[in-house]
């Protein structure tokens, strides 16, 4: 599967962003899905993610009650609707895919990137 994210950009703190991440080449409602995110000089680190249902999200710690993960299988497409954005939001997002159990992290496809900025 093939996975491309968008929805980037540059957003005062506060704010809010929608990112979302086109899949083609495979059957959309087998994957699970994540976000996951990328900081300069840090180690990418998890954000959200949603059992290929949709019935089972989950979050870091650091965006819960402010981020939110959906997909809609017959476009699909996954989102991450982003709200009360801090500048340590600031990172690359990427979009991933596995076909594993939904409880399992390990992405085995990934999207490009988008990267969102968040000014104070």
């Known amino acids: 599967v093939q996975l491309q994210a968008s929805g980037g950009g540059l957003v005062q703190a506060g704010g809010s962003l929608r990112l979302s991440c086109v899949a083609s080449g495979g059957t959309f409602s087998d994957y699970n899905m994540g976000w996951l995110r990328q900081a300069p000089g840090k180690e990418r680190e998890f954000v959200a993610a949603i059992s290929w249902s949709g019935f089972t999200t989950n979050y870091a710690d650091s965006v819960k009650g402010r981020f939110t993960i959906s997909r809609d299988n017959a476009k699909n497409t996954v989102y991450l609707q982003m709200s009360s954005l801090k500048p340590e939001d600031t990172a690359v997002y990427y979009c991933?895919?596995?076909?594993?159990?939904?409880?399992?992290?390990?992405?085995?496809?990934w999207g490009q990137g988008t990267q969102v900025t968040v000014s104070s």
């Open positions: 991933a895919a596995n076909d594993r159990s939904p409880g399992d992290y390990y992405y085995d496809y």
